[in-house]
């Protein structure tokens, strides 16, 4: 199986900084089929990046994906109130299709 | 408008037997496998299966195989995940999902239900 580390856990930092979370698999992401969520409390997950680095329907430009084989990348340009939540990341290249344990941005 | 409504929240004993639902409406509902996720209080997302609706196919977690059954009913577009005998460890948020393509690789998530919440609890 392969698992996906995050890092950091926890991210804190003031609105109009810019955000880089990381996510490494333990094992090479076939075809770069690696996603990024973002998850609210009482609300369910929203897909932002797909393919690594494909940005999903109605997903702001600020967010971006990069990374191929193990190591990737979200980078949130300048964030906005309305950003700090958990982010994670899956792998959707080999079953079972894993998420990782997520990262905290929150409020500096 | 495309979505997925799930079934409302559940309290259950320990050794009862549950079986939640999700609706998919405003798509094709064969052409899109569905998802299964959850999540334990104060944790992450876990992937926990999949089926293809349009043949009942499942794929599972080898942490969820034999704990729960994922099916579906393409005549009302609604899939399902069952427990025989809840646990406590049970409770937590499911979620399901649906792939943003079509397509059995294509499975990052861009529509998902409300959540269902199930508690187990003697």
Request: aromatic letters at 12%; one cysteine or more; glycine letters at 10%.
């Amino acid at each position: 199986d392969i698992v996906l580390t995050q890092s950091p856990d926890t991210l804190s930092l003031s609105p109009g900084e810019r955000a880089t979370l990381s996510c490494r698999a333990s094992q090479s992401v076939t075809s770069n089929y690696l996603a990024w969520y973002q998850h609210k409390p009482g609300q369910a997950p929203r897909l932002l990046i797909f393919g690594a680095s494909s940005r999903a329907t109605g997903i702001p430009d600020r967010f971006s994906g990069s990374g191929s084989g193990t190591d990737f990348t979200l980078t949130i340009s300048r964030l906005e109130p309305q950003d700090f939540a958990v982010y994670y990341c899956q792998q959707y290249g080999r079953s079972p299709k894993s998420f990782g344990p997520g990262t905290k941005v929150d409020i500096k | 408008e495309v979505q997925l409504v799930q079934s409302g929240a559940e309290v259950k004993k320990p050794g009862e037997s549950l079986t939640i639902s999700c609706k998919g409406s405003g798509y094709s509902f064969t052409s899109y496998w569905i998802t299964w996720v959850r999540q334990m209080p104060g944790k992450g997302l876990e992937w926990m299966g999949r089926i293809d609706p349009s043949d009942s196919y499942t794929n599972y977690s080898p942490s969820f195989q034999g704990h729960v059954t994922i099916s579906a009913d393409k005549s009302i577009s609604t899939a399902y995940l069952q427990w025989s005998s809840l646990k406590a460890s049970d409770t937590a948020i499911y979620y399901c999902a649906r792939p943003y393509a079509s397509g059995s690789l294509n499975d990052a998530f861009d529509i998902w239900g409300q959540g269902t919440m199930v508690t187990v609890s003697s």
